[in-house]
């Protein structure tokens, strides 16, 4: 009448004793071999080089946009220095 159903992998499992578990799946080893010195190092090189990079491509990004940001207001005192006029920053002495 019915379809028999195809048995589950858990069903082909359960003939065997409490506590053993078969992976008919997995073959071979899962554990790669242990890297040789120079791989291990130059692993670890790439891992420091890639927070240095970023860390530095954004400090130089904030030296920059400070640098911009102050730009008019060096402009100011330039050009108050150079009338002959006493910087905000302290006397003139020429």
């Not at 090189?45 to 400070?66: D, E, K, N, R």
């Not at 102050?70 to 108050?80: D, E, Q």
Request: charged share 20%; net charge positive.
């Amino acid at each position: 009448m019915g379809r028999r159903r195809r048995p589950l992998a858990t069903d082909r499992n359960r003939s065997l004793p409490a506590g053993v578990v078969v992976f008919m799946e997995q073959g071979g080893s899962t554990m790669g071999e242990e890297p040789a010195g120079l791989d291990l190092l130059l692993g670890l090189l790439l891992m420091a080089a890639v927070p240095t990079v970023v860390g530095g491509a954004v400090i130089l990004s904030l030296v920059g946009l400070t640098m911009w940001a102050t730009a008019p207001l060096r402009r100011r005192r330039r050009a108050k220095a150079e009338d002959g006029r006493a910087p905000s920053g302290g006397p003139y002495d020429p």
